[in-house]
């Protein structure tokens, strides 16, 4: 089940591609990163809960949130919770 949540959020950000600003396919490839991270690490630990995996997605980005810009950490904030609802 997360397997396919997480094949629908990457196709939700390939879909975008032809239309996307730069702004938001920075945002697109940085999210992929983070949430086949999440994915990855429920399967590790046998989570099947689509709202955990959604908060480990959240958790990843608020522990690079240093990494980014506040610009860029907005930007990516912003493209989770479109495609995560």
């Known amino acids: 089940m997360i397997h396919d949540y997480e094949q629908k959020l990457l196709q ?4 975008n ?9 920075f945002a ?5 990163g983070h949430i ?8 590790q630990q046998g989570v099947t809960d689509i709202a955990e995996m959604q908060l480990k997605v ?3 980005l608020l522990d690079a949130k240093s990494e ?9 904030c912003q ?3 479109k495609i995560s609802l």
Do not use: H, N
């Open 12 to 15: 939700l950000i390939d879909d």
């Open 17 to 25: 591609i032809d239309s996307a600003t730069d702004d938001e396919l």
């Open 28 to 32: 697109g490839g940085y999210l992929r």
């Open 36 to 43: 086949s991270l999440a994915v990855a690490d429920c399967e």
């Open 58 to 60: 959240k958790q990843s």
């Open 68 to 76: 980014l810009s506040p610009f860029d950490y907005s930007l990516v």
């Open 79 to 81: 493209m989770w919770q």
